[in-house]
Structures are given as structure tokens and as C-alpha cells.
């Protein structure tokens, strides 16, 4: 038991570590995305050069991004085959549609329209290329599309059924279990799941925040060094719109992603709360959750805040953790502190984009160096805001790999047991202990996390030396060769990336 226990939490974290680093790099080309494609637009509309100077500059940071990215995703592929082989069994038909949809509409949208966003200055029309990039923003948003739909069917599973799985034409056991498999019935409602819609706004609006505080931070890096100030001031006043919008675009999100959560998964929802009893409940700032007492100690919080925040009634109970059998908790440390460390990521950078709008507005914010330093700086709480918004939902599922859905009565009420704990529909879901390979052990798997761990080390290296090169360059000058520096910088980046990798 302790072998498999050791497995389950080895494979467990090396998947984190792989995906954790991967996702420093699809937010980054789905905000810059929408940059390139707004700065294009400009140069076609105002027919000013300097904002198409601004687009081949940040064209050049997505390709080197793009680069990195390919090559961290493919890892986490072969990972569903050697580390949770029970787990893509299980769910095989549900994600093999799912990713194969990304590949045919995201990945080759993207990636073809890419080669004309770099390749193509003075070779095609300046329409067809301002095309090019809006293609390019649409596919980087299409791929995350299925993903968070795969992963979102994970959290509320729809539009399936559970078989068993046969062969040689008799049902399937093993060691007297039978082998259980989703299959889609209703492609539609698995792709429209309980869950998918709010999940796709509230990662969007995070990898807008991500790209936007990326420019943010290297502009403003330009203008405190005194140079390219006028792209910088071009490229700060679109980050500084987009990221605004996105950040107070994204409480409206959190609140109905909070309410869904309180519907279909409230054990994660009672644990980023450190929730532990039914009752009337306040909203945590602050805290430290102990699981043994049942309390949050040295807790800060708002009387009342998360039952408003559910029911707009200050007074209405919220179903907390002791509604759950303690197998079926999660865990609270982790998904509170992660929860709590997303939300106060964003309200940091919420104060500082109205803050930075105001002297905008005012005239006086390119001379306020503090506020520009804060800029610098922004793309920190922009990266651990993402991550942790990640880290809270997938710990919060524990221990469940697939979420098993409450089972509902014909009136559409919980069920519970004789000790008043709700009652899951086990079969419809799949734990986390019972999805990973039977076939490995935890020395193989913590040498490949050694080994991963190594070369993504060296990516993580490959890709700040590249990034740094090309933000000590700085814009194209508009009188140079309009290729050779997107061309140069993405070639180093997909040749140093193939290199790292083929060592896999």
C-alpha cells in the first residue's frame, strides 16, 4: 500500500511540476495574441509604421513563447500513458475527441497562420497579415477551448455513460474488478458540461491578464531606461486597457465560477474557504486552516461574505466540509492558501491598473517612475495568479481524478447517508488512487522527475536567454530588413527547444 501511495503522489507531483512549467507559456501567446492583432489593426487603420514596429517586436516574443510551449505540452501526452494509464482507459473516448479537435482546429490554425505573421512583412498584403495575426489570437484561444473543455468534463462530467470494457468479446476484470469505461453519447453536452463556460472565461481573462503584464512589464522597463519610448507608450497604454478590462472582467467571472463550484463540487468550494462546518459563513482573508480542530486560525474575514457571495443573503447556511465522509474531503491547506493567493493577485493588480489609468488619464503616469516599477514588476503576481488559480481547482477535486457527481433524488435533492454525509455516484466517477499505471514503480517515476526536471530547467534557461536577447535588442527600426529579427529569434528558440528535447 505504501508503494502505490508512493506512486499515486510521485506521478502525482511530476505531473504538476511538467504542467505548472508548460502553463508559463499559453497564457503568455493567448495575451500576446490579442496585442499583436490589436497593434496590427492600428497600423492598418492609421496607417502608422511605429505600431506595426510594435507588432514585429511582440510577434517575435509569441514565436519564442510558441516555441517553448510545443515542446513542454508533449511531455504531459506520453505522461497519460506511462503514469495514469488506468486513468486514459477510463477516459480515453472522452479526451482522445477532445485533443483531436485541438489539433485540427487550434493547433494547425495557429501554427499555419504563424508562419505568415512572422515571415510574411513585404511578401503579402498589410490586410492579409493584420488576417494573419487575427488568425493567430483565434487559434491560440481555440487550443485552450478543448483543453478546459477536456478538463472541465473532469470537474462535472456530462454527455456520457459508463461501460464495461470487453475483450475477446467477454467482459473485462481484472483481480475480480470489472474495467469500466466512459463513452460519449451526447458530444454537445460533453462539450457544453456544467462547468465548461464559466471555466474558458476565467481562464481567458487570466492568460489576457498574463500577456497584458507581460508588455506592461517590458515597456515600462523601456521607459524608465529611457529608450524606444515611443513603442513602449504605444504598447503600455494597450496592456494597460487590456489587462483593466480583464481584471475587473474577471471578479464578475469569479463570482459566478464560485457559485458554480458551490453547485456541482462544494467540498472544493468549502475547502478554498477552510469551510469545515455547515452554517452561516464568512468570507476568509486570511488565515491559517487547521484540519485537526476543524478552524482556521488567526482568521481575518468579512461576517457573512460567502453566504452573500452564494445566496445574496448575509444569513444562509453554506454547506461545509462535514457534509463529506473524510474520504471524500480534500485536502484544505493547499487549495486555501492557493485560492486566496490567486484572489489577492488579482485585487493587487486590479488597484494598480486604476491607479495607472488614472494618471493616464491625468497625463502624469509615464512620469510617476514608482507606478512604472510596479509595472516591472507586475508580471510576477500576473504568473502566480494563474498557477495558483490552477493549483486550487485540480487539489480541490481531490480525491478525484473525475469528478463523481452528488447523487440526487427524483426530486432533485442530495442524498445523504445515516450520518447526514452526502452520497456520491461512484461508478460515474473515478478516484485519483484507482487512475494510476499498475505497470511502474516510484523509483522510475522519480527518475524521470529527475530527468524532466533537468531538461525543463535548461528550457526554462534556453528561454530567458532568448527573451533577454530580444528585449536588450528592442523594436525592429522600421529601415532594417523586416524579417531577420523575428526570423532569427524563433529559429534559435525551436532549434534550442528540439535540441533540449531530443534527449527524451
Known amino acids: 500500500m505504501l508503494a502505490e501511495m508512493d506512486v499515486v503522489m510521485l506521478s502525482r507531483i511530476q505531473f504538476a511540476l511538467t504542467i505548472m512549467f508548460h502553463y508559463l507559456f499559453p497564457p503568455l501567446t493567448i495575451g500576446l495574441g490579442i496585442i499583436i492583432a490589436y497593434l496590427e489593426g492600428m497600423a492598418l487603420w492609421k496607417k502608422d509604421q511605429s505600431y506595426m514596429d510594435a507588432a514585429r517586436f511582440w510577434t517575435g516574443i509569441f514565436g519564442v513563447n510558441f516555441a517553448i510551449g510545443v515542446a513542454t505540452g508533449i511531455v504531459m501526452e506520453f505522461e497519460f500513458g506511462t503514469n495514469w494509464a488506468m486513468y486514459s482507459r477510463f477516459v ?49 484561444i481555440f487550443s485552450s477551448v478543448w483543453i478546459t473543455i477536456a478538463n472541465s468534463w473532469q470537474q462535472t462530467p456530462a454527455g456520457h455513460e459508463i461501460v464495461q470494457m470487453t475483450r475477446d468479446g467477454q467482459p473485462w476484470f481484472i483481480d475480480g474488478q470489472p474495467i469500466m469505461r466512459a463513452e460519449i453519447i451526447d458530444f454537445w453536452a460533453m462539450v457544453f458540461n456544467p462547468s465548461t463556460v464559466h471555466r474558458l472565461i ?18 515600462a522597463w523601456y521607459l524608465l531606461r529611457g529608450k524606444h519610448e515611443e513603442f513602449a507608450k504605444k504598447s503600455l497604454k494597450g496592456g494597460l486597457f487590456l489587462c483593466l478590462f480583464s481584471c475587473f472582467a474577471m471578479f464578475l467571472s469569479g463570482h459566478f465560477q464560485a457559485k458554480n463550484v458551490y453547485e456541482h463540487q462544494p467540498a472544493k468550494l468549502a475547502a478554498f474557504e477552510g469551510h469545515f462546518e455547515t452554517s452561516v459563513a464568512g468570507m476568509s482573508l486570511i488565515g491559517i486552516p487547521d484540519e485537526e480542530s476543524g478552524t482556521i486560525k488567526m482568521n481575518v474575514e468579512i461576517p457573512g461574505g460567502l453566504s452573500f457571495l452564494l445566496h445574496e443573503d448575509f444569513n444562509e447556511e453554506v454547506i461545509g466540509l462535514d457534509k463529506f465522509r473524510p474520504e471524500d474531503r480534500p485536502p484544505v491547506k493547499i487549495p486555501y492558501f492557493a485560492y486566496h493567493m490567486m484572489i489577492g493577485s488579482g485585487v493587487g493588480l486590479t488597484g494598480l491598473m486604476v491607479l495607472a489609468t488614472f494618471w493616464l ?56 447517508d445515516d450520518q447526514g454525509h452526502f452520497i456520491y455516484e461512484n461508478h460515474l466517477g473515478l478516484r485519483t488512487n484507482d487512475a494510476v499505471s499498475k505497470a511502474i514503480t516510484s523509483e522510475q517515476v522519480l527518475t524521470s522527475i529527475i530527468m524532466f526536471g533537468a531538461i525543463y530547467f535548461l528550457l526554462g534557461i534556453l528561454w530567458l536567454f532568448i527573451l533577454n536577447r530580444k528585449v536588450q535588442a528592442g523594436p525592429p527600426d522600421s529601415s532594417a530588413d523586416v524579417d531577420s529579427g523575428e526570423k532569427q529569434t524563433l529559429e534559435e528558440a525551436v532549434a534550442g527547444a528540439h535540441t533540449l528535447t531530443e534527449g527524451q
Open 202 to 219: 476565467h481562464v481567458w481573462l487570466g492568460c489576457f491578464i498574463m500577456g497584458a503584464c507581460l508588455v506592461l512589464s517590458i515597456s
Open 361 to 416: 488619464w491625468r497625463g502624469a503616469l509615464f512620469d510617476k517612475r514608482w507606478v512604472l516599477w510596479l509595472f516591472v514588476a507586475s508580471i510576477i503576481p500576473a504568473i502566480v495568479g494563474n498557477e495558483a488559480g490552477w493549483v486550487a481547482a485540480e487539489v480541490g477535486r481531490q480525491p478525484w481524478i473525475v469528478q463523481a457527481p452528488l447523487k440526487v433524488d427524483t426530486e432533485g435533492i442530495r442524498v445523504t
Open 92 to 140: 480515453g473516448d472522452v479526451f482522445g475527441s477532445a485533443l483531436a479537435a485541438e489539433g485540427i482546429f487550434a493547433f494547425f490554425l495557429e501554427s499555419g497562420f504563424l508562419a505568415i505573421l512572422v515571415y510574411g512583412h513585404g511578401k503579402v498584403s498589410p490586410a492579409f497579415h493584420f488576417f494573419s495575426a487575427c488568425m493567430v489570437a483565434l487559434g491560440s
